[in-house]
């Protein structure tokens, strides 16, 4: 791939336009043989995350030991806890590999954030089980729910961990260390509920397993969106650092944290001026170098920064600025996504973009073709580096290729963002071998942190059946 393809040629442009739009087309188009290396040096990352605990991959066990099989039936409840709101779900299993769920929402209030948490969670699901006359009287056994719990946990069993820190303005005092299933449990019997929750689930966790039971041929686990991460099925046998007994199965999912792959030495990865720029801003630096290469979050933030790189020399809008474009995190992805794929003659829609939501007036056609390049360069950069996990990730189970393997993946960017899903594809079929690529089918798996937590909670309550 070289800057002499025509989409990065300007129209118009001056000399030192062109000029700097080949230096960006050379920092962020990737050869084969660049995402090979890295490829090969996220394998080396997961095998050491698989060896040892604290390792840049940390390569979580999720103490899920089974596959569902897509013929359980019933209706199974979750808890999606997340940063702003909290979700209860009813998830109904029709055993042909389809569900069907309903949900209530609730925004978490001040008081729950910084004081009362457990307790309103609780109090939530008792409202949503009374609405609709769901709540077990004490003749019936007591509701079996998965709880999503996005912040970071240690996990020790497939229905405990302890919270290691909070984080997405949650401060809730004296949770740290302590084992937030079994807090919840205690706010859920001073209601006098009778649920038991018997899966705590990470939600990459949980798109692996609502993927799996449409398919029992589903392996892997990704979300793509405003971060990212992976989960995937992995041989016990490999995960040196398990101390615990070996399942029947002999395989466990673990949860990859993926995103902070070489977040260590920025050795590998393709960081350029504006990548760093970035990282160095951000509320974590050096933390996380994976995911902000390609993530919902952090585009448009770099794409901001090469448009003031630009500007900076006068190459683009004649070197002039807005307070908004000034501001960190104004670029929103979504205006990439809109850009990258603008065919109108006079490119309206960035026209748009740059003179009323950014307010700065009077682009001319060779900014809006610029603005064009920079959506492209990043947005196709992030597809073809997301390509490299599951290369690194689909080739750890070479075992299962020769037969058909599922990967299924949520999140906006895989869902939204123009040709991420082509441009991911076709790369990865550069890196696995014909006969063994054919087999494998990425698909849509909504709402892992919904459904998926339901569907474990289906799984861990009949582990002992």
Known sequence: ?????????????????????????????????????????????????????????????????????????????????????????????????????????????????????????????????DERNLRPSGQQPPIPMGLTFSYPVQQTSINSGTLVQWTKGLNVPGCVGRDVVRLLQDALLRLGLRVKIVALV??????????????PAAQMGIIFGTGTNAAYYENVANLAKWKGPNPSSGEMVLNMEWGAFDSDDFAFLPFTPHDIKLDRKSINPRKQAYEKM?????????????????????LLLDGRSSEILNAMWSVDTAYLSSGAVDTSPDLSEIQQVIEKTLNISNSTFVDRQIFKVIAILVGERAARLSAVGVVAT??????????????????????????????????????????????IKFTLAKDGSGVGAAITAMLAATYDS
């Open 294 to 314: 390609i993530s919902g979050m952090y585009l448009g933030e770099i794409a901001r920064n090469i448009a003031l790189w630009l500007a900076d020399q006068r």
């Open 394 to 439: 689909l080739t750890k189970r070479a075992d299962l290729l020769n037969k058909p393997v599922t990967v299924g993946i949520d999140g906006s960017m895989y869902e939204h963002y123009p040709y991420f899903h082509d441009i991911l594809v076709e790369t990865a079929s550069h890196f696995i071998p014909q006969e063994q690529f054919k087999n």
């Open 202 to 215: 990470n939600d990459t966790v949980g798109t692996l397993l609502s993927a799996a039971y449409n398919d």
């Open 1 to 129: 791939m070289s800057s002499t393809d025509s989409r990065y040629t300007i129209v118009g442009a001056r000399p030192e336009q062109q000029a700097a739009i080949d230096v960006l087309a050379s920092q962020f188009l990737l050869t084969d043989e660049r995402l090979g290396a890295i490829i090969k040096e996220f394998r080396r990352r997961m095998e050491e995350g698989l060896a040892a605990d604290g390792k840049v991959l940390k390569m979580i066990p999720s103490y899920v030991t089974r596959r569902p099989l897509g013929s359980e039936v019933g209706s199974y409840f979750a808890i999606d806890l997340g940063g702003t709101n909290l979700r209860v779900l009813k998830v109904t299993l029709d055993g042909r590999g389809g569900v069907t769920s309903e949900h209530q929402k609730f925004a978490l209030t001040e008081e729950a954030k910084n004081r009362t948490l457990f307790d309103f969670v609780a109090q939530c699901v008792d409202t949503f089980l």
